[in-house]
C-alpha cells in the first residue's frame, strides 16, 4: 500500500509537469509565430531616426516597465492610424533582451500595435544616447518627431492632444 501511494503520487507530479510543459510550449509557439520583433544595436536603428522623404516620424522610445511609456502608446497608436498618410511611427523597445519572450512579444500581440515596433539591443547607452538628442538625460519615455526640414526631441509623456499639436506642426 505504501508504495503504492507513492507510485501515484509520482504519476501526479509527473503528469502535473509535462502539462505545465506543454502549456509553455504552446505560449512560445503562439508567441513566435505571430508576432515577429526586429531587433538592432544602435547603428542599424539610426535609419529610423534620418529621412530625406516628405513623411513626418515619430520615433518613440519605450518599455513594457515604464508605466508612463504604457500609458501613453495608445495615444501614438491613435496618432499612427489617423495620419497614416503624412505620419509614420516607430516605438523603440529598450526592453531588457531576456524579456523580449516573456514580455515584449506578449505585450504587442495583446493590445495589438500597428505602429512599427523595435527593440534596440545596444548595452552602450552612453554613446548612442546623446547621437538621439544632446539634451537627452537617458529617461523614458522620450520621442524624436522630424522629417526633412525640422527635428524636436521630447524627453516627457503625452496625451493624445499635446501629441497631435506636436505632429501638425511637422505638417504645414
Do not use: H
Request: glycine share 2%; aromatic share 12%.
Amino acid at each position: 500500500m505504501k508504495y503504492t501511494c507513492i507510485v501515484v503520487l509520482l504519476l501526479l507530479i509527473g503528469c502535473k509537469n509535462t502539462s505545465d510543459q506543454e502549456q509553455i510550449t504552446k505560449l512560445s509557439e503562439t508567441t513566435n509565430t505571430e508576432v515577429s520583433l526586429e531587433v538592432y544595436d544602435f547603428e542599424g536603428l539610426q535609419k529610423f531616426l534620418t529621412t530625406t522623404d516628405d513623411k513626418t516620424y515619430v520615433v518613440n522610445f519605450w518599455a513594457t516597465w515604464c508605466a508612463p511609456c504604457v500609458k501613453e502608446l495608445p495615444y501614438f497608436e491613435k496618432l499612427n492610424k489617423d495620419y497614416s498618410d503624412d505620419v509614420e511611427v516607430i516605438l523603440v523597445s529598450l526592453d531588457f533582451p531576456n524579456k523580449y519572450e516573456t514580455k515584449l512579444k506578449p505585450y504587442i500581440k495583446k493590445n495589438n500595435l500597428q505602429s512599427k515596433v523595435v527593440a534596440l539591443n545596444d548595452v552602450d547607452s552612453n554613446t548612442w544616447i546623446p547621437k538621439v538628442d544632446k539634451s537627452w538625460t537617458g529617461a523614458i519615455p522620450a520621442t524624436v518627431i522630424f522629417n526633412k526640414n525640422k527635428r524636436i526631441f521630447y524627453e516627457k509623456s503625452f496625451n493624445f492632444d499635446e501629441l497631435e499639436t506636436e505632429v501638425k506642426q511637422f505638417l504645414k
